[in-house]
């Protein structure tokens, strides 16, 4: 089993920042990839960006040049820096992770960007 404990929502106004972290705890000797989803209300959860093991990373083209994605694979804990933050982003931000196989989930942290 892994757990998964995220940090760092609030809410901020247009144009600041956050960083969101997410620790990972548990059996964690097969990570594969970690990274973040988010969903505002009445839609779907979407990728916002992933790190697999190996470094490769991945953003939706909604927050490229915003979000930055990265890991401290000693502590088994994944960031999100997020600049610029605009209104549209406003969502729940999950934390995920990949392990064996199977995916984890965290529950979920609030972002609010105000105009």
């Known amino acids: 089993q892994v757990q998964l404990v995220e940090s760092g929502g609030g809410l901020v106004q247009a144009g600041e920042s956050l960083r969101l972290s997410c620790a990972a705890s548990?059996?964690?000797?097969?990570?594969?990839?970690m990274g973040w989803y988010r969903q505002a209300p009445g839609k779907p959860r979407e990728l916002v960006a992933g790190?697999?093991?190996?470094?490769?990373?991945n953003y939706s083209d909604s927050v490229k040049g915003r979000f930055t994605i990265s890991r401290d694979n000693a502590k088994n804990t994944v960031y999100l820096q997020m600049d610029s933050l605009k209104p549209e982003d406003t969502a729940v931000y999950y934390c995920?992770?990949?392990?064996?196989?199977?995916?984890?989930w965290g529950q979920g942290t609030q972002v609010t960007v105000s105009s």
């Open positions: 548990g059996s964690t000797l097969s990570i594969n990839r």
């Open positions: 790190i697999h093991i190996g470094g490769t990373i």
């Open positions: 995920y992770l990949i392990n064996s196989g199977t995916v984890y």
